[in-house]
């Protein structure tokens, strides 16, 4: 049996908790953001790849098919990215194409760089499933 079927439990939880903390993360005011350091595109994009990444890892957890989990990540991921930038003005942060734009490119190095290592080393197959 696959170690992530095993704990998918565990890999769901994980993808809940970094999500909710993302959330809360991206939607302090402004003025109580601490300086990390970074451009604000870097963390978009650092950001959504560690996203990307846990919530592909709970998709391939419960089984979900090559095709159908990259999907489901891609469209998943745009449209929450989108829908983060868009309330991020409620609470007096910036919103910008360019940050969406690092998000997309984030998630798209998650799941290429996460299918390649899947393939390439075949560390992740799914469970055949009966028709």
Same mark, same amino acid.
């Given at each position: 049996?696959?170690?992530?079927?095993?704990?998918?439990?565990?890999?769901?939880?994980?993808?809940?908790?970094?999500?909710?903390?993302?959330?809360?993360?991206?939607? #302090?005011?402004? +003025?109580?953001?601490?300086? !990390?350091?970074?451009?604000?595109?870097?963390?978009?994009?650092?950001?959504?790849?560690?996203?990307? +990444?846990?919530?592909?890892?709970?998709?391939?957890?419960?089984?979900?098919?090559?095709?159908?989990? #990259?999907? #489901?990540?891609?469209? $998943?991921?745009?449209?929450? +990215?989108?829908?983060?930038?868009? $309330?991020?003005?409620?609470?007096?942060?910036? $919103?910008? *194409?360019?940050?969406?734009?690092?998000?997309?490119?984030?998630?798209?190095?998650?799941?290429?760089?996460?299918? *390649? #290592?899947?393939?390439? !080393?075949?560390?992740?197959?799914?469970?055949?499933?009966?028709?």
């Amino acid at each position: 049996m696959n170690i992530l079927r095993r704990w998918r439990w565990c890999v769901l939880a994980v993808c809940i908790v970094t999500w909710t903390s993302a959330f809360v993360a991206t939607h #302090i005011p402004a +003025g109580k953001v601490p300086d !990390t350091g970074m451009q604000d595109t870097s963390l978009h994009l650092v950001g959504f790849l560690g996203l990307a +990444g846990v919530f592909w890892f709970a998709l391939a957890a419960y089984g979900n098919a090559t095709r159908r989990r #990259i999907l #489901i990540v891609i469209v $998943t991921m745009m449209i929450y +990215g989108a829908l983060d930038e868009y $309330t991020q003005a409620y609470f007096h942060r910036d $919103t910008s *194409a360019s940050d969406w734009l690092m998000d997309v490119l984030g998630t798209l190095c998650a799941v290429a760089l996460l299918e *390649a #290592i899947s393939r390439l !080393t075949g560390w992740w197959r799914p469970a055949p499933r009966g028709r």
